[in-house]
Nanobody, 121 residues
Framework: QLQASGGGLVQPGESLRLSCAAS????????VGWFRQAPGAEREGFAC????????HYADSVKGRFTISRDNAKNTVYLQMHSLKPEDTARYYC????????????????WGQGTQVTVSS
């Protein structure tokens, strides 16, 4: 089971760090991706960290602002978000799969509740 947390209401330009904690299995054995879904939009994957060598992949929309990292000892993956914009407002989810990028990862999975990020002045 995956649990995303750390969301909240922030102003444009501020930062947040999201966490994705796993229970019942080891994240070290998987690539981990972050997805988000804004109201009325499809869920999109935008960041991924591979199982091997911690290679990272980012969508252009977040490149340079967001950083994905993993702490295998804590069985947790983090998403550090800087310079947040109103268009980053969405519910954020994490997921696991075989390899990055998230393109092609199946949408038919248990996404959990996710965590809401709202960027507004």
């Amino acid at each position: 089971q995956l649990q995303a947390s750390g969301g909240g209401l922030v102003q444009p330009g501020e930062s947040l760090r999201l966490s994705c904690a796993a229970s019942g299995f080891s994240l070290a054995n998987y690539a981990v991706g972050w997805f988000r879904q804004a109201p009325g939009a499809e869920r999109e994957g935008f960041a991924c960290i591979s199982m091997s060598y911690d290679r990272t992949h980012y969508a252009d929309s977040v490149k340079g602002r967001f950083t994905i990292s993993r702490d295998n000892a804590k069985n947790t993956v983090y998403l550090q978000m800087h310079s947040l914009k109103p268009e980053d407002t969405a519910r954020y989810y994490c997921a696991v799969d075989g390899d990055c990028p998230t393109t092609g990862w199946g949408q038919d999975r248990n996404w959990g509740q996710g965590t809401q990020v709202t960027v507004s002045s």
